[in-house]
């Protein structure tokens, strides 16, 4: 019905950088909010960033000031643009949505495989 489809993670050095993307595919009428989200090993999953429709974004305060997040509704992709890269920030990131389907009605997607970020000290 809807995917999600994350890229772009890898193994970094502190201080660097990586960007990620989250495609959103299937039968969607149009998204509201987008998110990352990022689970550390033996943590639990806790939210990174969000963006509304209309741009409107929320941080961590562990990544505000380093984490840029945006989409391009067209092409229903969300972005993580993350900078100086810490050793802490290392975990697997997902993206999730919150949209309307062509059915109309409301849908959280589920969460997507995601991809793993890996920063080195």
């Known amino acids: 019905q809807v995917q999600l489809v994350e890229s772009g993670g890898g193994l970094v050095q502190a201080g660097g950088s990586l960007r990620l993307s989250c495609a959103a595919s299937?039968?969607?009428?149009?998204?509201?909010?987008m998110g990352w989200y990022r689970q550390a090993p033996g943590k639990q999953r806790e939210l990174v960033a969000t963006?509304?429709?209309?741009?409107?974004?929320n941080y961590a305060a562990a990544v505000k000031g380093r984490f840029t997040i945006s989409r391009d509704n067209a092409k229903r992709t969300v972005y993580l643009q993350m900078n100086s890269l810490k050793p802490e920030d290392t975990a697997v990131y997902y993206c999730?949505?919150?949209?309307?389907?062509?059915?109309?009605?409301?849908?959280?997607?589920?969460w997507g495989q995601g991809t793993q970020v890996t920063v080195s000290s």
């Open positions: 299937g039968s969607i009428f149009s998204i509201n909010v």
């Open positions: 963006i509304t429709s209309g741009g409107y974004t």
């Open positions: 999730n949505a919150d949209l309307l389907l062509n059915t109309g009605r409301h849908h959280v997607t589920d």
